[in-house]
């Protein structure tokens, strides 16, 4: 197994570049230096001395790729590819263009993300897959039918119906929670309430049905028949055969989403004024910060490998036929 | 399961119940009645440096914390200039090539420089900062930081000692510098460097030093402070301790506006030696993030993504509340604390909020102060009467909420870009007057009073020229309407029927939309940054405007980066832009058609690159005059010549409106100036009183919605208990057939 994920590593670092490679081309071919430093310096009284200066203070007054004003190894180096990504493999993100730091943000604004997708996936993941095997356990019977109905009619509806219904309905008729925002620690619970509510119940329609789906394939399996034959109960059938078989495609799913938890969700966070990660990219594009820009995308490719590979993992903890070789 | 529902439940309502008698309230218990004021921001302020932040959004803060020599008169309209920290307004002293004083009443062509010296009062300090504490020998204490004393400094608040000192002459000379530093990219130093005598110069030896300073340092180390005190402005200069002199190029009237801005704030050397320490950018402490200045407030916590917030400096002199406003102000109760020093309130909570719906729920809830009104919520906010005149709504009447309405000193158009051969003014004399004629023809087809009821909710008025309302230069009335356009009917300014419109069409060579010539239909160009399916109804709306007489439009969309690309270049026909004052003199706004400042031929403001030499030689004129009759009727002139030209469809002026709940007093919007916190007073008994009349918890529909779950769980829990029954009962039977 050791061999099997330091392979899989090596094959990152090869991903890695090549998405940072593909990021830069298609921000730059969008923006120009020049535009970057018209967007940071404002749209009045921008002279080309004013931009000439931002981009030497900035490092983006060297070629894209290749300099050919350069000799020997600079060609490649001293350029604006290689100043900027190399140092990213370190994990060192450097500054924005608004210069602040880049690291420092990401590590602020992890832990409100955090806050709020762990509790929805897991609740989440908890109540989808609760939900999915009373329909699966009930099958063709009206708890079925109707359930199906219902996650049908949840999923027709927009994601935002949700929200403002909720913050309308919770937060502003009941008074019961506050309609946005967010503090640290304990006092976080009151602004995490609703979004996690509104989060799960979001969520219920599409998870819900897709997992009926898995659990009734299993059940139609001949280890099942086998099993009740045997005289198991139902639940026994259920709980111990059907839904531990059932985990793998589960898992292809939720293992892979994990990692991903650290980038927020965009909508939530900001209708709840949640200060999380998922608004800094498209905050980012908005301000042609190829600082962030290339940051998030790098994190997010990293997470997305190590998603993969934690999927991996858990499949031979699920199913002892997986093997490595 | 249900043991542990009830638990939950139980968990959740003792939380909620620990937030008192209101549970949705957003703020720390601990902050319940106290003197704080609660406003709200949707974009992350970028600057926080004075010699950078450019934006009305980051004045919010900054103005706050800085204090520049003069700012404008709270209540009096038009905008007036007082002292801020100076002792007064400096009154400039020109003199020609020779050194040679000039009368102020001379000719400005003879004016080879301006001189003015700025004396502020003695007495005023900075607020508490980390940048002066200094140890019992007067040494300071956080300078010099190494590895290990920076280990667990990650804010500003992890420097415990803070001191202050006495705000000096040198302080704004340093600001100055700060303008022209390679490091600090401040975006007015390009129009600096044309007025301050030597600020180029000074530029200049600071980027061959930065060069310097870059080249030695090694790969990965954070090159030194750039020492500006190693070099000298030679137009800026520190008269004595509290007096400084600045020399400018020629005669810049409009200069002493700048000295209201943040631009020309004060920043102690202290904080730029502090701040500029190996390993404090890294961890976002910078200027830019953490200011010092000596204004009424302090910046005590800076999260751009959450909240900023800004406490009362424990320094601040006090300022009197003004004594004089307008003639409206003293029935209005705006004059009852004159004289009382400010600031009346202790600390200011700014929250983020990006989206309008929680932003507008919040403020009718009362954890707002103060709300503009989006369009979503306009139509419950405001009735707008058969005049045109904004009143509240009944809901927001009985909310005891207050409008304020305020024409902003701004301007959005439509220009035709002047170097265009259909819409532009090159060309001959024929030539030009027919593309004279078909702007005329489409500034009266475009009808933006329509424009302003249907996109903006009637908040804004037309434009009948370049200057908004509370300029100097702006006419109101019948002798403001801008003939071209309006005709004067029984006294009111009507809008010009089309068919005065095709008139003008017809003579400029399109009768009917088509080309007399070729017979082809005239197709347009507009550029824009609009395409989404938001922007759909008002590009069909442009479309509209221009089929009313027949012509074409083509619309053009492209990103903001494209756009101001092909502006910058003049390879546009049309295009909406707008301009908000940077001052309030209507050279802010006419050199926005002064032909040498042409955006593609100079890079310049005059985006529409309209050139028309007496306009020229007026605005010449005009910008060096005193505000009087004389100037009165040299800009009179001069929109004139614009009406006639029409380099521009006028657009509108957007008027502002603000809500502010009745607990929230000595409220007066201003346009030019943000720094008015400091005047305003709180009633926090009230706003405690109704806040938990507007929020009381409703706890019945969570008990009922509850119950419903537990309920609806009862039918499937009796149905598996009779499938368990039914598995089981075969299995006896067979097993007891087999017995048998």
Redesign the interface.
């Known amino acids: 197994m050791t061999a099997y994920i330091v392979r899989r590593c090596l094959y990152a670092v090869l991903i890695l570049i090549g998405v940072n490679l593909i990021t830069f081309w298609l921000f730059f071919k969008?923006?120009?230096p020049d535009?970057m430093a018209?967007?940071?310096?404002?749209?009045?009284?921008?002279?080309?001395?004013?931009i000439t200066?931002?981009k030497?203070?900035h490092g983006y007054d060297k070629p894209l790729i290749f300099n050919a004003e350069a000799a020997g190894m600079s060609r490649m180096t001293d350029t604006l590819y290689f100043q900027k990504s190399l140092e990213m493999f370190r994990f060192n993100f450097g500054?924005s263009d608004?210069?602040?730091?880049i690291s420092?943000e990401i590590q602020?604004?992890m832990w409100p993300s955090l806050a709020l997708a762990l509790p929805v996936f897991l609740i989440g993941l908890a109540a989808y897959i609760s939900f999915a095997l009373?329909m699966a356990?009930?099958r063709a019977?009206y708890?079925d039918f109707w359930g199906v109905v219902l996650c049908i009619a949840m999923m027709s509806i927009s994601g935002l119906f949700y929200i403002?219904g909720g913050?309308?309905?919770v937060?502003?008729?009941?008074?019961?929670?506050?309609?946005?925002?967010?503090?640290p620690g304990i006092?976080a619970?009151?602004?995490l309430?609703l979004p996690v509510l509104i989060g799960i119940i979001g969520g219920i329609g599409s998870s819900a049905r897709w997992y009926r789906t898995i659990f009734l394939e299993e059940v139609s399996r001949d280890y099942v028949r086998t099993a009740?034959a045997k005289?198991l109960?139902?639940?026994t059938v259920f709980f111990r055969h059907v839904l531990k078989n059932a985990m793998i495609p589960i898992l292809t799913g939720a293992v892979v989403a994990i990692p991903l938890l650290f980038m927020g969700s965009l909508i939530s966070e900001?209708?709840?004024?949640i200060?999380g990660l998922g608004?800094y990219t498209i905050?980012a594009i908005q301000?042609?910060d190829f600082g962030v820009v290339r940051s998030m995308v790098f994190i997010g490719s990293v997470l997305y490998i190590l998603g993969l590979l934690l999927t991996d993992i858990s499949y031979t903890l699920v199913d002892p036929r997986v093997r490595f070789e | 399961m249900r043991v542990f529902q009830l638990v939950m439940l139980m968990g959740?309502y003792a939380?909620?119940g620990g937030?008192g008698n209101?549970?949705?309230?957003?703020y720390?218990i601990a902050e319940r009645g106290g003197n704080i004021l609660y406003s709200s921001f949707s974009e992350?302020p970028?600057?926080l440096d004075p010699a950078q932040s450019?934006?009305s959004d980051e004045s919010d803060f900054i103005s706050q914390i800085y204090e520049p020599p003069l700012q404008y008169h709270y209540l009096k309209r038009p905008f007036k200039l007082i002292p801020a920290t100076a002792t007064a307004l400096p009154r400039p002293r020109f003199y020609d090539a020779r050194n040679r004083e000039l009368p102020a009443s001379g000719d400005a062509l003879n004016v080879a420089y301006s001189v003015y010296e700025v004396r502020i009062s003695p007495g005023i300090r900075y607020a508490p900062h980390p940048a002066f504490a200094t140890d019992t020998q007067g040494r300071p204490l956080y300078l010099n930081l190494d590895a290990a004393s920076m280990r667990d400094k990650f804010r500003l608040r992890d420097f415990p000692m803070t001191g202050t000192r006495e705000l000096t002459a040198d302080d704004y000379v340093y600001q100055i510098k700060r303008l022209a530093s390679?490091?600090v990219?401040s975006?007015?130093?390009?129009?600096m460097s044309e007025y301050i005598v030597g600020l180029k110069a000074y530029s200049d030896l600071l980027?061959v030093e930065e060069k310097k300073l870059q080249a030695a340092r090694k790969p990965g180390q954070v090159p030194p402070m750039l020492d500006l005190n190693r070099f000298d402005i030679e137009g800026v200069t520190s008269v004595d301790r509290y007096t400084y002199r600045i020399r400018l190029n020629g005669k810049y009237p409009q200069f002493i506006y700048w000295l209201a801005m943040p631009f020309f704030a004060p920043i102690p050397i202290e904080a730029d030696r502090f701040y500029g320490q190996p390993g404090l950018?890294?961890?976002?402490i910078?200027l830019?993030?953490y200011p010092v200045g000596t204004g009424p407030y302090r910046l005590t916590e800076n999260?751009p993504?959450?909240r900023m917030v800004l406490e009362r400096n424990v320094h601040f002199r006090g300022e009197p509340y003004p004594s004089e406003g307008e003639p409206e102000d003293g029935p209005a109760g705006m004059l009852a604390e004159a004289g009382k020093m400010g600031p009346f309130i202790d600390k200011v909570v700014f929250?983020?909020?990006?989206?309008g719906?929680?932003?507008w729920?919040?403020f009718?809830?009362g954890?707002y102060d103060r709300s503009g009104i989006s369009s979503d919520s306009f139509d419950s906010a405001v009735r707008v009467g058969s005049t045109g005149e904004a009143s509240l709504s009944p809901e927001m009447e009985s909310h005891g909420i207050r409008l304020k309405t305020s024409v902003a000193t701004s301007s959005y158009y439509l220009a035709f870009n002047w170097l265009d051969p259909v819409v532009g003014g090159a060309g001959d004399g024929l030539q030009r007057e027919q593309t004279r004629k078909l702007r005329q023809a489409i500034s009266i087809a475009v009808d933006f009073d329509e424009y302003i009821s249907i996109f903006a909710n009637g908040r804004g008025i037309a434009g009948q020229g370049p200057i908004p309302p509370g300029i100097f230069g702006f006419r109101d009335g019948v002798e403001g309407v801008n003939p071209v356009v309006y005709e004067n009917k029984d006294g009111n300014a009507r809008r010009r029927s089309l068919e005065v419109a095709k008139k003008l069409l017809a003579e400029a060579g399109y009768p009917d939309g088509r080309h007399t010539r070729t017979g082809l239909p005239l197709v347009l160009y507009l550029d824009t940054t609009a395409g989404g399916p938001g922007d759909k109804a008002r590009l069909d709306w442009y479309r509209k405007q221009f089929e009313k007489i027949n012509i074409q439009l083509d619309i053009r969309s492209s990103?903001?980066?494209r756009f101001?690309?092909k502006i910058r270049k003049g390879n546009t026909q049309m295009f909406f832009l707008g301009w908000n004052a940077?001052y309030p003199d209507p050279e802010n706004f006419l050199f926005l058609l002064y032909g040498p400042n042409s955006g593609a031929k100079a890079?310049g403001?005059n985006k529409a690159n309209y050139q028309n030499p007496e306009f020229d030689r007026l605005f010449e004129r005009m910008n060096n005059m005193e505000n009087g009759p004389e100037r009165q009727a040299v800009i009179d002139r001069m929109v004139v010549i614009l009406r006639e030209d029409a380099p521009w469809a006028w657009g509108f002026h957007p008027k502002d409106y603000g809500l502010y709940h009745d607990w929230l007093t000595n409220v007066k919007p201003n346009q030019m100036a943000r720094n008015g916190l400091k005047f305003y007073r709180l009633d926090t008994a009230l706003r405690e009183q109704k806040r938990a009349e507007w929020?009381?918890?409703?706890?019945w529909?969570?008990t009922l919605v509850i119950a419903l779950l537990l309920l609806s769980a009862w039918?499937?829990l009796r149905?598996?208990r009779r499938?368990?029954r039914q598995?089981a009962r075969p299995?006896l039977q067979s097993a007891a057939g087999k017995r048998g």
Not at chain 1, 171 to 183: C, D, E, F, N
Not at chain 2, 351 to 355: A, L, P, Q, S, V
């Open positions: 969008v923006n120009t535009d018209r967007m940071q310096l404002g749209a009045k009284r921008v002279t080309a001395e004013a200066r931002w030497a203070e500054q608004d210069g602040r730091d420092h602020t604004r009373l356990f009930f019977t708890i403002i913050q309308y309905l937060a502003k008729i009941w008074s019961l929670v506050p309609i946005s925002g967010y503090a006092d619970a009151k602004f309430f009740r005289g109960a139902e639940t900001s209708f709840f004024g200060p608004s905050e301000a042609q | 959740f939380l909620l937030c209101v549970w949705n309230d957003p720390p992350r970028k600057h450019y934006t390679p490091r990219n975006p007015i130093f390009g129009h980027v950018a890294q961890r976002n910078t830019d993030w999260d993504n959450s929250t983020r909020e990006k989206e719906i929680p932003y729920n919040k009718l809830q954890y990103d903001w980066n101001q690309e940077d890079n403001e929020n009381r918890p409703m706890v529909p969570l039918p499937a149905s598996w499938r368990e598995v299995a």
